[in-house]
């Protein structure tokens, strides 16, 4: 049987509960930071809207929230 190489690009982490993800994103596995935040995304454009009524600052303190949590989150 051929063994299958897995690329880091090609990991799915859908599948995986959110405490293993923030153990491999402290890590540094960016993967399954991006999983957390892909997961998160529609919760944190809610509470940004609460906030702020503009698209374009809802993006900006989104992804300023993402920038923070990637630099502490390891």
Same mark, same amino acid.
């Given at each position: 049987?051929?063994?299958? /190489?897995? %690329?880091?690009?090609?990991? =799915?982490?859908?599948?995986?509960?959110?405490?293993? &993800?923030?153990? +491999?994103? %402290? +890590?540094? =596995?960016? #993967?399954?930071? &991006?999983?957390? %935040?892909?997961? @998160?995304?529609?919760?944190? $454009?809610?509470?940004?809207?609460? @906030?702020?009524?503009?698209?374009?600052?809802?993006?900006?303190? /989104?992804?300023?929230?993402? @920038? +923070?949590? #990637? &630099? $502490?989150?390891?």
């Amino acid at each position: 049987m051929k063994k299958v /190489i897995m %690329m880091p690009w090609c990991r =799915d982490y859908s599948q995986l509960e959110e405490v293993q &993800l923030v153990k +491999k994103a %402290m +890590k540094q =596995d960016d #993967l399954a930071f &991006l999983e957390l %935040m892909k997961r @998160y995304e529609g919760y944190f $454009t809610q509470i940004a809207y609460r @906030y702020v009524k503009n698209d374009q600052e809802v993006l900006d303190l /989104i992804q300023e929230l993402a @920038y +923070k949590g #990637l &630099l $502490t989150i390891g």
